[in-house]
């Protein structure tokens, strides 16, 4: 499947060294206003070649609007964009078009479907992950105007955590790290990791404030179980936590309650969602990336006839993929939440809200894990 969501989904096409990537948005209401412009910033949050601790590949990552926006402002018709791939050297891939990089999807692909475009990993590749960024522009758009917004930060590289977390420091460094201080001895720890060849895994936590009680459904629908594998399908993602996620094993159910006062929630264990179903709290979702597996430094493996060769992966790779998959993991939040909004108004948008609405908390300290 290259399509998610139910009322509003979202369809990518397009691999990495075709002439183009793009993407659909089918269901978005009409009246959204959107130019070619409002893109380029959360493009280039993602894009590669912006410093030294990510891929040298250049993409303009300039955006064509091709159906469901006229003059200026969307028509409810399936929107259409476009990216052409203008920087590809597929060259780089030559030595390893018939073998498998280990801890790489080639090998999978290969053997679901006998065939693949090895130029730049083809349609596994991180490439794909533009178009959703694109896509959920205009998610945030529409949950804007309804108070929602989205935000999200790096909160492991390798074994370095933040010392402190400060969301005014996020967006002023290449780690999207949300601890000034910490920014140079990172900028040394990716330049070392470069030097050596090798790569390293990450932490990355997306959050939404201003979510109302009542997104997700029950019982297939979930709005965690959505957000889970909407973030399972980005590109190196190994696990996903909801709130206090696994540390949950070890706590209490005295502790891990989030209690209910007339003040509002005392803490937020829970992520923002019970049941399925938003509380109004913070939506919390933390996110686990692998080490890059396309690595300079030679390893044993196969090639397609199963022979033993030696896989040295030559080119233009990201240290770390997490890096660059803070905005990727905003965006997954977005368009999860908007189809949620959009399938919530449509089922229950006659009932209104039923109870007091609860004030959440919103401190990171409940939330960072
Ligand atoms: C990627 C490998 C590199 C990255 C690419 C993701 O591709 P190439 O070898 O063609 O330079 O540059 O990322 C992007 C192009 C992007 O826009 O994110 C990979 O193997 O996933």
């Known amino acids: 499947m290259n399509s998610f969501g139910h009322l509003l989904r979202v369809t990518t096409f397009g691999e990495s060294h075709g002439p183009a ?30 410093t030294r601790h990510t891929s040298a590949r250049h993409e303009a990552d300039e955006v064509e ?11 409810g018709t399936p929107i259409a964009l476009l990216i052409r791939n203008t920087d590809q050297r597929s060259r780089d891939y030559s030595a390893i078009a018939a073998q498998f990089r280990p801890g790489h999807a080639d090998y999978s692909y290969w053997q679901k479907y006998g065939i693949r475009d090895p130029r730049g990993g083809g349609r596994s590749s991180a490439r ?13 758009k529409w949950l804007g105007q309804r108070g929602v917004t989205v935000r999200g930060c790096m909160t492991q590289i390798g074994d370095v955590v933040p010392r402190a977390h400060d969301w005014s420091a996020v967006e002023g460094n290449p780690f999207f790290w949300p601890c000034a201080e910490q920014v140079s001895e990172l900028e040394s720890y ?21 979510v109302p009680p009542g997104w997700g459904e029950p019982i297939y629908g979930k709005l965690d179980g959505e957000l889970a594998a909407a973030m399972m399908s980005i590109n190196a993602v190994k696990g996903v936590e ?6 949950s094993v070890a706590s209490r159910g005295s502790e891990h309650r989030d ?36 690595l300079r430094l030679p390893v044993q493996g196969l090639d397609v006839d199963g022979n033993v060769v030696d896989v040295v992966t030559t080119g233009r790779h990201d240290p770390c993929v997490g890096i660059r998959a ?18 919530h108004r449509a089922q229950c948008g006659d009932v209104g809200e039923v109870a007091p609405r609860i004030a959440g908390t919103t401190s990171i300290t409940d939330t960072k894990r």
């Open 21 to 50: 990537i793009g993407c659909v948005l089918d269901g978005c209401p009409p009246g959204i206003a959107i130019a070619p412009e409002d893109f380029a910033h959360d493009l280039a949050r993602r894009a590669t070649g912006k």
């Open 65 to 75: 609007i091709l159906s469901g926006v006229y003059e200026g402002v969307t028509t």
């Open 128 to 140: 794909e992950t533009t178009m959703r960024v694109a896509a959920a522009v205009i998610a945030r």
């Open 190 to 210: 990716m330049d070392a990791l470069r030097k050596s060849g090798d790569s390293v895994g990450a932490r990355v936590l997306v959050v939404a404030d201003g």
């Open 242 to 247: 909801i709130g206090d996620g696994f540390a």
């Open 259 to 294: 209690v209910m006062t007339p003040a509002g929630f005392l803490s937020n264990h829970a992520g923002g969602i019970l049941g399925g179903i938003s509380t109004g709290q913070q939506v919390s979702v933390s996110v686990a990336f692998k080490p890059t597996s396309s």
């Open 326 to 343: 803070t905005p990727i993991c905003e965006a997954m939040l977005a368009l999860v939440l908007m189809d949620q909004a959009l399938r």
